[in-house]
């Protein structure tokens, strides 16, 4: 039977992620892997959830397992409003912070809408942002239009308003960014440095000024590893005030800082236009599927209403849960052993990295989070190298998944929380041999 009939005019815009295509074939346990974004099993506070398990069915009773608020439920928003100083009214529950940047596109943008972000993105993102048929354009796109337009080179588009000339956004932004190059490396641009250097079309210029919200990963980058100076994040902001367009602030990592200082989130510095998602999948469990968005009350509004036909509401008893891990402190006793354990893998993928990798080859040093980003020689294609890789028992994601249009073939994400620490140096070792045959 075709069947091609019954799909709708989204189908064909769904992004299969090559992430979860790698996990279908391969026996993570089998092989070094540096492919997924798990967190360590070691990091689940196995015995606080035996603990609460128990004291949530004698708090809530079978209120615990009763559908419940589309919005989440009280104690579980009003815990986190505490924690962030946010009002409980500028807290919306989601069933993971996947949906809620699901809900965010599906909520503000048409198909053909623009939405902004800098390269690489995030592949989860870049799924729900082509299902819903958005137009993904890069930031710095916008930023060469607008000093076009102050040249004179392009006419001025839609833009209005007041606050800093185009030309100061533009060539102040991204100027620089923590968590850059390895000391110990030699050579090679940042992500951000490789973006695309658009040679479109003065009406695809001007689109891009038409966008609906600006998505980042302002804290340890999913898949970069960067962390956004306060500079850059100001840009940001600057930049959405001239454009008159929100931003989608993505945060599930900001809490697993490792070294350096925090910086100030975009919704501190732009409550008025930012939808700041976070998640407890990297401080309590993914298996929980659950996360937050703090933003304004109408903008949550629309989104509460569109969450009722996602799922009614989130899981109530995993919210009972995280309320009471998070209100109790034991979030915050687990999260002090989480970042020791992280900082520990981090830097020994550094230090490998270091010894063993081939001239020509080098990497981000993140802050925190889970990943870090390796940029090879030019010749080297990472798509190309997968297999073999693969069957020296050797897994990574190879950059360009993360790229709107495929580029920077020579570029790999590796992730340093999922893999034994055992396995970690065996992994790099075969790693480096397998590029250095190759350059
Ligand atoms: C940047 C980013 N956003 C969102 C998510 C989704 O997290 P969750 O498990 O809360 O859906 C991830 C997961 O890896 C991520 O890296």
Redesign the pocket.
């Given at each position: 039977m075709d069947y091609s009939k019954f799909f709708s005019a989204d189908v064909p815009s769904f992004l299969r992620s090559p992430v979860r295509e790698i996990f279908r074939k391969v026996d993570l346990s089998a092989i070094c892997s540096f492919a997924g974004?798990y967190p360590a099993a070691v990091t689940f506070p196995v015995e606080d959830i035996k603990r609460l398990s128990s004291e949530v069915l004698e708090k809530y009773g079978t209120k615990a397992l009763q559908y419940g608020a589309t919005q989440g439920v009280p104690e579980l928003r009003e815990v986190i409003a505490r924690r962030y100083g946010v009002p409980v009214s500028q807290v919306q529950i989601t069933t993971?912070?996947?949906?809620g940047?699901d809900v965010c596109t599906r909520v503000f943008v048409n198909p053909g809408d623009v939405v902004l972000a800098n390269n690489p993105v995030?592949l989860?993102?870049l799924q729900s942002f082509k299902a819903y048929r958005a137009q993904v354009m890069n930031l710095d796109l916008v930023q060469s239009t607008m000093v076009d337009q102050v040249q004179g080179i392009i006419g001025r588009g839609p833009i209005s308003g007041t606050g800093p000339s185009p030309a100061s956004v533009a060539s102040t932004a991204f100027q620089g960014t923590s968590g850059g190059l390895s000391p110990g490396d030699k050579s090679g641009p940042s992500p951000k440095s490789g973006w695309t250097k658009s040679a479109e079309a003065e009406a695809q210029k001007r689109k891009a000024l038409s966008a609906k919200f600006i998505y980042v990963?302002p804290d340890f980058n999913?898949p970069s590893g960067e962390t956004m100076t306060l500079a850059e994040r100001e840009e940001i902001v600057r930049l959405a005030r001239e454009l008159d367009c929100l931003i989608v602030e993505?945060s599930?990592?900001r809490e697993l800082r490792y070294s350096g200082e925090p910086v100030k989130t975009i919704r501190e510095l732009a409550p008025e236009r930012t939808l700041h998602?976070g998640?407890?999948?990297k401080i309590f469990a993914?298996g929980f599927?659950l996360?937050w968005i703090i933003g304004p009350e109408e903008l949550l509004e629309q989104i509460y209403i569109c969450k009722q036909c996602l799922d009614l509401c989130p899981p109530v008893f995993d919210q009972y849960m995280a309320a009471e891990f998070m209100g109790s402190g034991a979030l915050d006793r687990n999260l002090q052993k989480t970042i020791v354990e992280y900082r520990k893998r981090r830097d020994l993928m550094v230090a490998l990295l270091e010894k063993y990798m081939p001239e020509g080859c080098s990497w981000t040093y993140p802050e925190g989070g889970l990943f870090l980003w390796l940029t090879l020689p030019e010749e080297i294609d990472t798509v190309a190298l997968y297999d073999e890789a693969l069957s020296a028992g050797v897994a990574y994601v190879a950059g360009s998944f993360f790229y709107v249009d495929g580029s920077h073939r020579n570029t790999m994400r590796m992730n340093f929380s999922f893999i034994a620490e055992e396995k970690m140096e065996p992994g790099i070792k075969i790693l480096s041999n397998i590029i250095r045959h190759a350059i």
């Amino acid at each position: 039977m075709d069947y091609s009939k019954f799909f709708s005019a989204d189908v064909p815009s769904f992004l299969r992620s090559p992430v979860r295509e790698i996990f279908r074939k391969v026996d993570l346990s089998a092989i070094c892997s540096f492919a997924g974004g798990y967190p360590a099993a070691v990091t689940f506070p196995v015995e606080d959830i035996k603990r609460l398990s128990s004291e949530v069915l004698e708090k809530y009773g079978t209120k615990a397992l009763q559908y419940g608020a589309t919005q989440g439920v009280p104690e579980l928003r009003e815990v986190i409003a505490r924690r962030y100083g946010v009002p409980v009214s500028q807290v919306q529950i989601t069933t993971s912070s996947q949906q809620g940047i699901d809900v965010c596109t599906r909520v503000f943008v048409n198909p053909g809408d623009v939405v902004l972000a800098n390269n690489p993105v995030y592949l989860g993102a870049l799924q729900s942002f082509k299902a819903y048929r958005a137009q993904v354009m890069n930031l710095d796109l916008v930023q060469s239009t607008m000093v076009d337009q102050v040249q004179g080179i392009i006419g001025r588009g839609p833009i209005s308003g007041t606050g800093p000339s185009p030309a100061s956004v533009a060539s102040t932004a991204f100027q620089g960014t923590s968590g850059g190059l390895s000391p110990g490396d030699k050579s090679g641009p940042s992500p951000k440095s490789g973006w695309t250097k658009s040679a479109e079309a003065e009406a695809q210029k001007r689109k891009a000024l038409s966008a609906k919200f600006i998505y980042v990963i302002p804290d340890f980058n999913n898949p970069s590893g960067e962390t956004m100076t306060l500079a850059e994040r100001e840009e940001i902001v600057r930049l959405a005030r001239e454009l008159d367009c929100l931003i989608v602030e993505d945060s599930p990592y900001r809490e697993l800082r490792y070294s350096g200082e925090p910086v100030k989130t975009i919704r501190e510095l732009a409550p008025e236009r930012t939808l700041h998602l976070g998640s407890f999948s990297k401080i309590f469990a993914p298996g929980f599927r659950l996360g937050w968005i703090i933003g304004p009350e109408e903008l949550l509004e629309q989104i509460y209403i569109c969450k009722q036909c996602l799922d009614l509401c989130p899981p109530v008893f995993d919210q009972y849960m995280a309320a009471e891990f998070m209100g109790s402190g034991a979030l915050d006793r687990n999260l002090q052993k989480t970042i020791v354990e992280y900082r520990k893998r981090r830097d020994l993928m550094v230090a490998l990295l270091e010894k063993y990798m081939p001239e020509g080859c080098s990497w981000t040093y993140p802050e925190g989070g889970l990943f870090l980003w390796l940029t090879l020689p030019e010749e080297i294609d990472t798509v190309a190298l997968y297999d073999e890789a693969l069957s020296a028992g050797v897994a990574y994601v190879a950059g360009s998944f993360f790229y709107v249009d495929g580029s920077h073939r020579n570029t790999m994400r590796m992730n340093f929380s999922f893999i034994a620490e055992e396995k970690m140096e065996p992994g790099i070792k075969i790693l480096s041999n397998i590029i250095r045959h190759a350059i």
